[in-house]
């Protein structure tokens, strides 16, 4: 399916002046009064689309959850992906659309504020039922049985959808008709709601270390303090700082890219050393004394990119990670934006280890038993050298298109 981001009218905290932002921007820096602002959801974003209803007309709001993101699945075949972008009812109703459609594309939204007039019905299904809703909708289109699912990547949200009672219902943003069913009627008494009780939250892009800027792109979960060598990225309330290193240098123009190595505690299945790597995954390797000693550790990028690329890039490191010592320090050649969080790097973790896991015929039986718990992790960035088409880092054996970078703007 074609993914898309929202386009999003909004007015900076500080000076008000209106700015359009993307589904996935975080960063906002104002260009009149220069004052930068990362956002911060409360679970979810919630945002309405625009209307046309006549000024005499009270609008009621309906509710939709929108998911946005990469669904894996492990079945005996294999793992399968797909992206999935889609939205559906927070609340059942027979008189209401089932989704918006592609309206969520097609138009501007704006974030939802107490101060906005109408009724909005409060929604029945929570956010972990909505994300349960899209995992059972798309199980049925992998290959059965489903032994494991994940999301990765997601962007949840709620989208209020406007209408009107005029002899029936109206939707008010083409203001026609979508039912004169006399009974849509009573819908404005019969749902509960009221002002939404919610606000955009936004935490100062000031370093918590030294008081410096952060800097980062628009979409970035991870700023960098430039003053003081450190490494931020947001909490609930307060940026957290972020543990980082980078493997040296090949080349004057290195591009480097960010990705998670993850220390994990896992049950149900040795796997606390290479060693045990090497066994799990029958790996064409001797093993070596050296590696008993040596700790395993899972990997996967830390930037977005297609599911397959992806799920191939963290496999590739998580078998062969780099032998070289990693140095404390952050690069200062160009840096691919670290835009995947930790926790979305750690939902790879099973759909990985499925993945690789030997002989394959044992991985249905053997999956459901094992839990993964993460322990430590570190942001890690390695050189690539630009080729024409790809970036290369041959110490790794590891490339990657330079146009599935650019794709991932969208996802």
């Known amino acids: 399916m074609k993914s898309s981001n929202l386009l999003i009218d909004y007015q900076c905290p500080q000076c008000g002046a209106p700015a359009v932002l993307a589904e996935t921007d975080r960063l906002f820096a104002c260009e009149f009064c220069r004052v930068k602002s990362y956002l911060l959801e409360s679970g979810y974003f919630r945002y309405r689309l625009p209307h046309k209803a006549p000024a005499d007309q009270e609008l009621i709001y309906f509710p939709y959850w929108r998911f946005r993101g990469m669904l894996f699945a492990y079945s005996p075949p294999g793992v399968a992906h797909r992206f999935v972008d889609v939205s559906h009812q927070a609340v059942p109703n027979p008189h209401f659309p089932v989704s918006v459609g592609l309206r969520s594309q097609a138009l501007k939204l704006q974030f939802v504020s107490p101060d906005l007039p109408g009724h909005f019905i409060h929604p029945t299904t929570n956010d972990r039922t909505a994300m349960k809703q899209v995992a059972q909708r798309f199980r049925q289109e992998f290959p059965a049985p489903v032994i494991h699912q994940a999301q990765v990547g997601e962007t949840l949200s709620m989208i209020y959808a406007p209408f009107y009672l005029r002899h029936g219902l109206i939707d008010a943003v083409l203001n026609t008709p979508v039912t004169r069913d006399?009974?849509?009627?009573?819908?404005?008494?019969?749902?509960?709601?009221?002002?939404?009780?919610?606000?955009?939250?936004?935490?100062?892009?000031?370093?918590?270390?030294?008081?410096?800027?952060?800097?980062?792109?628009?979409?970035?979960?991870?700023?960098?303090?430039?003053?003081?060598?450190?490494?931020?990225?947001?909490?609930?309330?307060?940026?957290?700082?972020?543990?980082?290193?980078?493997?040296?240098?090949?080349?004057?123009?290195?591009?480097?890219?960010?990705?998670?190595?993850?220390?994990?505690?896992?049950?149900?299945?040795?796997?606390?050393?290479?060693?045990?790597?090497?066994?799990?995954?029958?790996?064409?390797?001797?093993?070596?004394?050296?590696?008993?000693?040596?700790?395993?550790?899972?990997?996967?990028?830390?930037?977005?990119?297609?599911?397959?690329?992806?799920?191939?890039?963290?496999?590739?490191?998580?078998?062969?990670?780099?032998?070289?010592?990693?140095?404390?320090?952050?690069?200062?050649?160009?840096?691919?934006t670290a835009n995947l969080p930790v926790k979305e790097a750690l939902d790879t973790i099973k759909i990985n280890l499925a993945g690789f896991l030997r002989p394959a015929s044992r991985v249905p039986e053997l999956l459901p038993s094992i839990t993964v718990q993460a322990e430590k992790y570190l942001l890690v960035y390695l050189p690539f050298e630009r080729r024409h088409h790809d970036l290369v880092n041959p110490d790794l054996n590891l490339a990657i298109s330079k146009s599935h970078l650019r794709l991932a703007a969208n996802l």
Request: with cysteine; glycine share 6%; net charge positive.
């Open 182 to 336: 006399p009974a849509a009627e009573r819908i404005r008494d019969e749902m509960p709601g009221g002002a939404p009780d919610w606000r955009i939250r936004f935490l100062p892009t000031l370093c918590p270390g030294c008081g410096w800027d952060l800097a980062g792109e628009r979409d970035a979960h991870v700023l960098t303090c430039r003053n003081c060598q450190t490494l931020w990225r947001p909490g609930r309330t307060k940026f957290k700082p972020v543990a980082y290193a980078q493997g040296p240098p090949r080349e004057a123009d290195n591009v480097y890219l960010p990705f998670w190595r993850i220390k994990t505690k896992i049950s149900g299945i040795a796997l606390q050393s290479y060693a045990d790597l090497v066994r799990a995954a029958n790996l064409p390797r001797a093993v070596q004394t050296a590696w008993e000693k040596q700790p395993f550790r899972f990997w996967a990028p830390a930037f977005k990119v297609r599911p397959g690329v992806l799920l191939r890039l963290a496999r590739a490191l998580t078998l062969a990670p780099p032998n070289t010592e990693l140095e404390a320090t952050i690069p200062t050649q160009e840096v691919q």
